[in-house]
C-alpha cells in the first residue's frame, strides 16, 4: 500500500500539469482542476456507494473500517439527491400503503 503523503503529492502533480496545459492552450475560460486529496477522493467514493444503495456493511468492509460508526460518521455524506430520492421513496411507499387500504375498504 502506497503511503498517502506519496499519493497526495502524485496527485498534485497531475493536477498541477493537467491545469498548466488547460492554461497554455490560451482559453478564455480554462476548465481548471481543483485541489484534493486521496481523503477527499475516498470520501466521494464512498458517499458515491452510499448514493447508489450499497448495503452499508459492504462499503465498511471496503473502507477496512472495523467500526461501522466510523463509515457512518466520517465518510458518507447525504447529499441533497439522496436526502430528495430517499424522501420520494418513502412517499411512493405511503401512496401505496393508502391504494392497498383503500381496495381493502372497498
Known amino acids: 500500500m502506497q503511503h498517502q503523503g506519496t499519493l497526495n503529492k502524485a496527485l498534485r502533480r497531475i493536477i498541477r500539469e493537467c491545469n498548466d496545459a488547460q492554461l497554455s492552450k490560451g482559453l478564455k475560460n480554462p476548465v481548471l482542476l481543483p485541489k484534493f486529496s486521496c481523503h477527499s477522493l475516498r470520501h466521494t467514493f464512498t458517499t458515491r456507494l452510499v448514493e447508489a444503495g450499497v448495503n452499508m456493511k459492504v462499503v465498511q468492509d471496503v473502507l477496512g473500517h472495523a467500526d461501522f460508526s ?13 436526502k430528495q430520492r430517499e424522501f420520494d421513496n418513502l412517499e411512493d411507499k405511503l401512496k401505496a400503503q393508502r391504494k392497498t387500504k383503500k381496495e381493502e375498504d372497498e
Open 70 to 82: 466510523t463509515t457512518m460518521d466520517i465518510y458518507t455524506d447525504v447529499t441533497k439527491e439522496l
